[in-house]
């Protein structure tokens, strides 16, 4: 063990944040009772992400409502599951009927936009950025027969 590798990793900067609203509410409400390589090393689900927020909450965490929902954001985007958009799909367009529907479909891209558009509105909550992250999914994974 050399002296300059123990230096190298004593002196490694703290897991980097990405930039984001998250951040500053991370930095600021979320490391007074532990580091944030607790928060870092997960790939959480907006469901759990928001289950955990609460019981921080509960624990002493101090958060206005809009940064509790900025964060939640931050966390799913950067500390999501790793295929956000398969676990999505799974979520969301299982919610009012089966995920057949969808995998019965040849559709372009365009075509699953205006499909989903008005479908999902009395669905689980979904963000323009997730609803973005679906329609390429479905065009990717249902898009229109090859022959065309
Ligand atoms: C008042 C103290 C406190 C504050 C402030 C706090 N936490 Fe925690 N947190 C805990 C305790 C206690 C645990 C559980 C013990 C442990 O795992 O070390 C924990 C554990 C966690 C875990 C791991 C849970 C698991 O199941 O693996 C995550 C993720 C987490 N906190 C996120 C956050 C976030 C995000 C914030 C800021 C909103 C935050 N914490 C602020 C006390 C706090
Ligand atoms: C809030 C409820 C709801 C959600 C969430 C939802 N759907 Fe639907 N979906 C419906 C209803 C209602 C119908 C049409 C009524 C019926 O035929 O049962 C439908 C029909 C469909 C159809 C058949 C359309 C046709 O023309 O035959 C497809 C494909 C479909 N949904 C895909 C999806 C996909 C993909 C998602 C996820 C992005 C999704 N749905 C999420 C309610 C929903």
Redesign the pocket.
């Known amino acids: 063990m050399t002296v300059w590798l123990l230096a190298g990793i004593v002196a490694a900067d703290p897991v980097p944040l990405p930039a984001g609203e998250g951040k500053k509410i991370l930095e600021s409400a979320c490391t007074s009772c532990h580091a944030l390589d607790l928060v870092t090393d997960k790939n959480w689900t907006r469901q759990q992400w928001q289950d955990n927020i609460q019981e921080m909450v509960d624990l002493g965490a101090s958060l206005t409502k809009k940064q509790t929902d900025d964060l939640v954001d931050y966390l799913v985007k950067n500390f999501g599951p790793k295929d956000r958009a398969q676990e ?2 799974e979520d ?6 089966s ?1 057949g ?2 995998r ?2 040849h ?1 372009t891209k365009q075509q ?1 936009r205006d ?2 558009k008005g ?6 909550p ?1 963000t323009a950025e997730e ?1 973005s992250l ?2 390429d999914y ?1 065009a990717t994974n ?1 898009g229109p027969e090859k022959e065309e």
């Open positions: 999505l799909f969301v367009c299982s919610y009012c009927h995920l529907r969808a019965d479909q559709l699953w499909l989903i479908m999902i509105f009395e669905g689980p979904v609803f679906l329609v479905l249902f």
